[in-house]
Antibody
Framework: EVQLLESGGGLVQPGGSLRLSCAAS????????MSWVRQAPGKGLEWVSV????????YYADSVKGRFTISRDNSKDTLFLQMNSLRAEDTAVYYC??????????????WGQGTLVTVSS | QSALTQPPSASGSPGQSVTISCTGT?????????VSWYQQHPGKAPKLMIY???KRPSGVPDRFSGSKSGNTASLTVSGLQAEDEADYYC???????????FGGGTKLTVL
């Protein structure tokens, strides 16, 4: 069974940094792209970033470009999201998701349970 | 403001059918056969229901179907059941500038 387990969320002050992790199991991690998608409280879904299976290709939403960095450690089956210069509007539940087909970057299956990031002073 | 437009709400009685629309542009929904739909129950993670416009992952009931015409995609839920009550989000690939866009979500109520 494919499982994704996020961690690393919490309360951080504006301008601060946080690193999220997503531990994967149940599939050959290095063979699949992975993505982060976030959901602000009471709001809809927003795509954040994607990384290819090898880690050689990464893409970002304009709202986080230059502040967030996606990476992965295929030896540890773990996905990361380094978030710097955090703003109040980054407050959200952050989900990691497997991307079954690189040709369809909006196909996310499955999703982790999410980790809450709160940016507030 | 979401890139794709969905109605905020939809409803139907048990056993009925309901269709949720998702309107984009010629740069996303209209250009790529890469529309997906997600179901989200309160406090839970989203679940893939439809991918590549009309394909169902294993385990998703065939009561759920997807289609597309021009810049508008649709999700139809037939034979509504109480457990179908949830939020539904559409998504589309949007090319190498915006990559992935979502709709604002539709709250489906089973009356």
């Amino acid at each position: 069974e494919v499982q994704l387990l996020e961690s690393g969320g919490g309360l951080v002050q504006p301008g601060g940094s946080l690193r999220l992790s997503c531990a994967a199991s149940g599939f050959t991690f290095s063979s699949y792209a992975m993505s982060w998608v976030r959901q602000a409280p009471g709001k809809g879904l927003e795509w954040v970033s994607v990384i290819s299976g090898s880690g050689g290709s990464t893409y970002y939403a304009d709202s986080v470009k230059g502040r967030f960095t996606i990476s992965r450690d295929n030896s540890k089956d773990t996905l990361f999201l380094q978030m710097n210069s955090l703003r109040a509007e980054d407050t959200a539940v952050y989900y990691c998701a497997k991307v079954p087909n690189w040709n369809y970057l909006n196909w996310f299956d499955p999703w982790g349970q999410g980790t809450l990031v709160t940016v507030s002073s | 403001q979401s890139a794709l437009t969905q109605p905020p709400s939809a409803s139907g009685s048990p056993g009925q059918s309901v269709t949720i629309s998702c309107t984009g542009t010629s740069s996303d929904v209209g250009r790529y056969n890469s529309v997906s739909w997600y179901q989200q129950h309160p406090g839970k993670a989203p679940k893939l229901m439809i991918y590549e416009v009309s394909k169902r992952p294993s385990g998703v009931p065939d009561r759920f179907s997807g289609s597309k015409s021009g810049n508008t995609a649709s999700l139809t839920v037939s034979g509504l059941q109480a457990e179908d009550e949830a939020d539904y989000y559409c998504s589309s690939y949007a090319g190498s500038n915006n990559f992935v866009v979502f709709g604002g979500g539709t709250k489906l109520t089973v009356l």
